[in-house]
């Protein structure tokens, strides 16, 4: 992406303003005094972004070199005028923290997540998924796997698992079965104050727990929890963005040949 044309003209604007860049790869590469990141890429490149930024309260502003970008919204071109004229506004995203037992979690996993927090079966074998929400038990599920999704990731992997679209500022979480093995099986929106207990289990010796974009392998009697976490993301949005824009332009919401008009 360095030799992308927009990008440069990006970069050039910036220092013509009298910005400072540099590049990070690691958390520890943040300097002292850093305003904002940008993440230049798309939505997978933001989560990436979110996990270098942690919870140092240092705003994201995704920029969109990617293919759909609903985290990464914004085009290069967008971008110089809006920041070096204050013409922004810093919006805070929900984030969600992942417990297994009091243990550390799969391959010492960043324990916290923008969009979902998932589990899949690593076998041929369908999973036996048990829910609580606050200590109440819901039914059983059979799937190929669940997830527990944000607002924000209500338009990611959620979408795909049949739940509901909602604003990124609605204060919910999603419970959703990945291809259940029952009919009478729908995704649940409970409040975003919950905690949310889940146990596996499966004939295959092995599961796979995803957070966000990082995955890693568990024994299949996995047993975590997941809740809001004590801090939040800091996203900066441009006025020209906007989630009910990103819906039609990107998902095609409503298009219809009655709406033409």
Same mark, same amino acid.
């Given at each position: 992406?360095?030799?992308?044309?927009?990008?440069?003209?990006?970069?050039?604007?910036?220092?013509?303003?009298?910005? &400072?860049?540099?590049?990070?790869?690691?958390?520890?590469?943040?300097?002292?005094?850093?305003?904002?990141?940008?993440?230049?890429?798309?939505?997978?490149?933001?989560?990436?972004?979110?996990?270098?930024?942690?919870?140092?309260?240092?705003? +994201?502003?995704? %920029?969109?070199?990617?293919?759909?970008?609903?985290?990464?919204?914004?085009?290069?071109?967008?971008?110089?005028?809006?920041?070096? &004229?204050?013409?922004?506004?810093?919006?805070?995203?929900?984030?969600?923290?992942?417990?297994?037992?009091?243990?550390?979690?799969?391959?010492?996993?960043?324990?916290?997540?923008?969009?979902?927090?998932?589990?899949?079966?690593?076998?041929?074998?369908?999973?036996?998924?048990?829910?609580?929400?606050?200590?109440?038990?819901?039914?059983?599920?059979?799937?190929?796997?669940?997830? %527990?999704?944000?607002?924000?990731?209500?338009?990611?992997?959620?979408?795909?698992?049949?739940?509901?679209?909602?604003?990124?500022?609605?204060?919910?979480?999603?419970?959703?079965?990945?291809?259940?093995?029952?009919?009478? +099986?729908?995704?649940?929106?409970?409040?975003?104050?919950?905690?949310?207990?889940?146990?596996?289990?499966?004939?295959?010796? &092995?599961?796979?727990?995803?957070?966000?974009?990082?995955?890693?392998?568990?024994?299949?009697?996995?047993?975590?929890?997941?809740?809001?976490?004590?801090?939040?993301?800091?996203? +900066?949005?441009?006025?020209?963005?906007?989630?009910?824009?990103?819906?039609?332009?990107?998902?095609?919401?409503?298009?219809?040949?009655?709406?033409?008009?």
């Amino acid at each position: 992406m360095k030799g992308d044309s927009r990008l440069k003209r990006l970069e050039e604007q910036l220092l013509g303003g009298g910005c &400072e860049l540099y590049d990070i790869e690691r958390s520890e590469d943040i300097r002292e005094g850093t305003d904002l990141l940008l993440s230049v890429g798309g939505d997978g490149t933001f989560l990436s972004a979110s996990k270098r930024v942690g919870d140092r309260g240092i705003p +994201v502003l995704g %920029v969109n070199l990617g293919r759909l970008g609903f985290l990464s919204e914004n085009a290069p071109e967008d971008v110089a005028e809006a920041l070096l &004229e204050g013409k922004y506004e810093i919006e805070e995203r929900s984030l969600l923290s992942v417990r297994s037992d009091g243990e550390s979690l799969p391959g010492d996993m960043y324990p916290y997540a923008l969009n979902e927090v998932s589990v899949h079966r690593h076998g041929a074998s369908v999973l036996g998924i048990q829910v609580t929400v606050d200590g109440a038990d819901l039914p059983e599920f059979w799937a190929d796997g669940l997830l %527990v999704a944000t607002s924000s990731g209500s338009t990611a992997y959620s979408l795909s698992a049949g739940g509901p679209i909602c604003m990124p500022d609605t204060r919910v979480l999603i419970i959703a079965p990945v291809a259940p093995h029952n009919l009478n +099986v729908r995704p649940l929106v409970v409040p975003d104050t919950s905690r949310i207990g889940i146990r596996v289990f499966s004939r295959d010796p &092995e599961v796979m727990l995803s957070v966000d974009n990082r995955s890693a392998i568990s024994g299949s009697g996995l047993v975590f929890e997941v809740s809001m976490a004590q801090f939040s993301l800091k996203r +900066v949005r441009l006025p020209r963005s906007g989630f009910v824009k990103a819906l039609t332009e990107k998902l095609f919401w409503g298009e219809d040949i009655r709406n033409s008009r």
